[in-house]
């Protein structure tokens, strides 16, 4: 008989939220694949499961490999349990290629649901939860991030992002560019944890709040989608002549108009290549 893959969510910092169904998986799976290693034996301890057990350090680097080996475990007839440094796995974490490799072996999936971060923020933010869009980290670099952003300008959903404390600062400048100062906006460190904390405000707001001093601890950032009001089309060959007639070269153009239309980089820069290069009429 195939074996059953479990995927089990694990705490986001509070022990206490360890569900019963995730410790009797954890407790009863032959095989656990784990992110860390000691992170998910600090956990077995926790719950008196520690003692000799099976577990498979399974992350980014060698999910890929470790996949095909669990899938011939599931094949045998193992219980193999998945859990990640925290939260559900496969949300801005390893697992979706174990999960596809099970699928694929004809081994049954069960998730063990349990603390996702981003929902947890959400739901924290006030903010509509009737539509929302997880956007996982955004790109480090500036430009990618601006590009990104700039192509959700009209994203009526909810946004939400996971980032590292010294970056919230630069991502929440990012986006009060793109999306304008007056977005409602919530960041909330540390869930479930002794100092849990949702500062709510303005895009404008919070960018000048954390410019210079960053968060402690783990973080996300919630967006409000953009409002119903329609905005009116942007004609993107006219903005690119505007800045053309202004005296800008081309690789400047595009830069400028990054975030403003949501256009890749690179597009503008052939367009305004193009126009500059046309004959003067
Ligand atoms: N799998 C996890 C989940 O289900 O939420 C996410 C893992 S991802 C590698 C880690 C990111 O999630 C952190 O950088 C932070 O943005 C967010 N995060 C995780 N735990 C958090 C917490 N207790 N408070 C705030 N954000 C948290």
Known sequence: ?????????????????LSPRAAEALRTA???????????????????????????????????????????ELTAGKQ???????????????GARVVRAA??????????????AAIA?????????????????PPRDAGPRAELAGGLVDERATMLFYEAPDRVGATLATLAAAWG???????????????????RGTLGELRDRFADAAPRGECVIVVAGASEVARPALDVEAEVRALLATGLGPKDVAQRLVVKTGRPRRELYQLALALAREPAP
């Open 121 to 137: 923020a959400l739901v924290a933010s006030g903010l509509a939860t009737d539509r929302f869009l997880f956007l996982g980290f």
């Open 103 to 116: 699928i694929a072996a004809g081994a049954p999936v069960v998730v063990i649901p349990g603390p996702v």
């Open 1 to 17: 008989m195939v074996g059953t893959l479990y995927v089990v969510a694990t705490p986001i910092g509070n022990l206490g939220d």
């Open 30 to 72: 032959d095989v656990i694949a784990a992110e860390d290693t000691r992170r998910v034996q600090i956990l077995l301890d926790h719950l008196g499961a520690g003692g000799r057990r099976d577990v498979r350090s399974t992350f980014d680097g060698n999910e890929a490999a470790r996949a095909e080996e669990l899938a011939a």
């Open 181 to 199: 100062d007056d977005r409602a906006a919530c960041v909330s460190r540390e869930l479930t944890k002794r100092y849990e904390e949702h500062v």
């Open 80 to 94: 193999v349990a998945l859990v990640s440094d925290a939260g559900t796995p496969g949300v801005s974490d390893p």
